[in-house]
């Protein structure tokens, strides 16, 4: 269900399983689920690409099994194509690659979707819309980290909130209004209306789902209480 409907666009919750608790990893999921939650976002880091190691194919065929919610996997891993079909084949429905990732990006999107899953291409902070602009016709979803990739937990980084608002007026421009806007790291109850505001429409949230403070469905209530 998701946290609203703005502008026509509605704003899918995608919690990110980086910040749950392994031990019990199903249980998490599907305590997302329980709680409205629209997809669930697998972070995959190889050690290479992002300082730090974290699922990888097992886990997501697990997390088939254990929820019926849209498996979007987020691949922080260098030259990703070539573990896309095994994605895929693991229960992906939707996977984002890194522009800083591949040397081609085109024919990585293309076998994404070859493949039956939805696309996405993702930033880093430190690099520029620009980098994306030939491959906006080809997305279905363009993800903008808040943060340095590689760890959950971390403070938003205050001019992604700036740049969602030009990549929301450039996709507008260009006819391609339908393609999401996917925001990942440092998403807090806080800066939520802002960073919606912008025009984000697909939020991640890890550490503000899964924590000590609050249960999974009260930390999602209060996520879409900030939207009112
Ligand atoms: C970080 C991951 C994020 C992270 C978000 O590299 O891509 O998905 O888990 O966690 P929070 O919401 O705690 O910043």
Not at 70 to 86: G, K, N, Q, S, W
Not at 92 to 116: F, M, S, Y
């Amino acid at each position: 269900m998701p946290l609203a409907q703005i502008n026509g666009h509605p704003i899918l919750l995608a919690p990110s399983i980086l910040s749950a608790d392994f031990a019990r990893l199903g249980e998490d999921a599907r305590a997302a689920e329980a709680a409205g939650a629209d997809w669930l976002q697998i972070d995959v880091m190889d050690g290479m690409f992002v300082p730090n190691i974290s699922v990888g194919l097992p886990v997501v065929a697990a997390l088939r099994r254990a929820v019926g919610l849209t498996l979007d996997c987020h691949l922080m891993i260098v030259r990703p194509e070539r573990y896309v079909a095994d994605f895929v084949k693991a229960g992906a429905n939707h996977i984002t690659v890194h522009v800083e990732a591949t040397t081609h990006l085109h024919r990585a999107i293309q076998q994404i979707k070859e493949l039956g899953a939805t696309a996405g291409v993702a930033l880093n902070p430190a690099t520029p819309l620009g980098a994306i602009e030939e491959i906006l016709s080809y997305v279905d979803l363009v993800l903008i980290m808040g943060v340095d990739p590689g760890f959950g937990g971390q403070e938003y980084i205050p001019t992604t909130t700036e740049k969602i608002a030009r990549l929301r007026r450039l996709l507008d421009e260009r006819g391609h209004g339908q393609v999401q806007i996917q925001i990942d790291g440092g998403v807090k109850a806080g800066n939520l209306a802002k960073i919606v505001g912008a025009g984000a429409t697909n939020i991640v949230a890890g550490s503000a789902i899964y924590n000590a403070r609050q249960t999974v469905a009260e930390a999602i209530g209060a996520l879409r209480e900030a939207l009112g």
